[in-house]
């Protein structure tokens, strides 16, 4: 039974190896063909991967909405002004 | 009365913890001075993430000549360092949770670990980079790179001396389940040296 419960991975852990996945995923979209999709897919990803370090490696999933929704707004303003400015080059 | 010693309900990330009693309105982990840091901090690289994105948009083919110049693996490796010692981080914060000083200090010197293996490829990075004689009046593009990985770069010595000084007093057995402030303070400043290379990767290494 103990090793059963220890079976399933802990959010951050999961958190972890998703991090590993998408910069990966980040790196090798690197060697593709510059453009607006290129740009577009790295950033979501880099959206997602903020996202999980601040929820599960800060662990602000369990404070106050307040908190959480300032984080978000940061890395969606980043974000958004990163693309904003490659749109106009 | 109960027995027992008290635990935090929240002391474990883990799925085995019923979502049903996390309290999802606790205040900010650690203390709330590191948080005015965290966020003025994140302030400035935002500002600076800005003027690079808009200094390439004027500056195209020479930012994206320059960029290829750059030695993407490294970036990529010291990535993957970054985000496995936060993830180390979070794991020593779970520990003091549940009253393990001992693990919480290895997590901690496992941290650090990556953190000096982070800045030794960097350091390799940039002698590369002034060996092929690049500085910050080469162009446009290697200010940028230079100046926000520099600036990184001390970012993550500042984090390892707080990591440093966090996991010394967890050894010494001054944390613990019910007093763990420093551990999430540090913790906190660590993570945010992560979230903050995670972009930085996205942009100066990766898009183009």
């Known amino acids: ?89 | 009365m109960h027995g027992g010693t008290a635990v935090p309900p929240i002391s474990r990330c883990s799925v085995m913890t019923s979502e049903a009693s996390v309290d999802y309105a606790q205040p900010l982990p650690g203390d709330f001075a590191i948080w005015i840091f965290i966020f003025a901090e994140l302030l400035v690289f935002g500002v600076l993430f800005a003027a690079y994105a808009f200094a390439r948009s004027a500056h195209l083919e020479m930012f994206n000549a320059a960029q290829l110049s750059l030695n993407r693996a490294l970036g990529f490796a010291n990535t993957l360092i970054l985000v496995t010692s936060s993830y180390f981080v979070a794991r020593a914060s779970q520990s003091i949770k549940v009253g393990r000083s001992r693990a919480c200090g290895h997590w901690l010197v496992a941290a650090l670990g990556l953190g000096g293996g982070f800045l030794v490829l960097k350091l390799v990075e940039f002698h590369q980079d002034f060996a092929r004689g690049i500085s910050l009046s080469t162009n446009l593009f290697y200010m940028f790179y230079l100046a926000l990985t520099f600036f990184h770069f001390m970012h993550v010595v500042m984090g390892m001396v707080i990591l440093a000084v966090v996991a010394r007093k967890a050894y010494a057995g001054r944390y613990s389940a019910a007093d763990h402030t420093g551990v999430e303070t540090g913790g906190s400043y660590w993570h945010m040296v992560d979230l903050v290379w995670i972009i930085l990767f996205a942009l100066v290494y990766v898009i183009h």
């Open chain 1, 1 to 89: 039974m103990k090793l059963l419960r220890a079976l399933p991975l802990r959010p951050c852990t999961a958190s972890w190896v998703a991090l590993l996945f998408l910069t990966t995923i980040s790196f090798e979209l690197g060697a593709a063909a510059p453009g607006g999709a290129l740009m577009a897919a790295v950033l979501a990803l880099t959206l997602i991967k903020g996202q999980l370090v601040v929820s599960y490696f800060m662990g602000l999933r369990r404070v106050r909405p307040l908190w959480r929704i300032v984080m978000a707004a940061y890395l969606v303003a980043v974000g958004g002004v990163i693309a904003f400015a490659y749109s106009i080059s």
